[in-house]
């Protein structure tokens, strides 16, 4: 699954990283399987925010097969 | 005639303010956002604005769905690529029978906006980059 990055992510990482995740997962558990690749980034992972399908992603759990993108949101700044 | 939008073109703020000008609503406060050269000791030279478009746009009118839900117009638009001191970042506006929820709702959209709409800044300051959200 080809995750989505932006902002400093984007800049320091790549646009998107390539994730293998369960049929089952968490929004947590797309950060913990990007900070295992990026230990550098663990401080901003942990303030960034999970969208799956363009929505905040709170504590539920999601079925791979219904998931089409998927993005870390970072502190936003916009204004 | 609500108008949500990210653009990477100048805001026409005269356009957006007429728009914003209708018999039904008394009053119009509009809130401009622009790039501004001096934060405390920090001088900003530009700002480059990124965001996740589609998601982007989609927060804006969950938050202008609430305002629109009572009646008023809405105007939301955020431009984004890189910005130059004095340009207009944001434009919000918001058009009411009466002043008080004109003002109040107005407030709410810029204060919801910088919470939740996936935009970021990238600010180039004399001394160094600063990315907006994170702190030094």
């Known amino acids: 699954m080809k995750v989505k990055l932006f902002s400093i992510l984007a800049e320091e990482i790549g646009a998107t990283v390539d994730l293998k995740l369960n049929d089952n997962f968490y929004a947590k558990d797309v950060k913990d399987s990007i900070k295992k690749s990026y230990p550098d980034f663990s401080d901003i992972l942990d303030q960034s925010l999970v969208a799956v399908n363009e929505e905040y992603a709170d504590d539920e759990e999601f079925k791979l097969a219904d998931v089409t993108e998927i993005a870390i949101i970072p502190p936003v700044s916009g204004g | ?136």
């Open chain 2, 1 to 136: 005639m609500s108008l949500i939008k990210i653009t990477d073109q100048p805001i026409n703020t005269d356009e957006l303010t007429k728009s914003l000008i209708h018999p039904e609503f008394g009053g119009v406060d509009i809130f401009i956002g622009n790039i501004r050269k001096f934060t405390d000791e920090i001088e900003t030279e530009k700002i480059e604005y990124t965001t996740y478009k589609q998601m982007a746009e989609k927060e804006m009118q969950k938050l202008a769905d609430q305002v629109l839900a009572k009646g008023m117009d809405v105007v939301m638009v955020h431009r984004v690529g890189e910005l130059n001191l004095a340009d207009v970042a944001v434009f919000i506006g918001v058009a009411a029978p009466h002043r008080a929820e004109a003002f109040e709702n107005c407030q709410f959209l810029i204060d919801q906006l910088k919470k939740t709409v996936p935009i970021w800044k990238k600010e180039y300051d004399r001394d160094k980059i600063r990315w907006g959200g994170l702190g030094e």
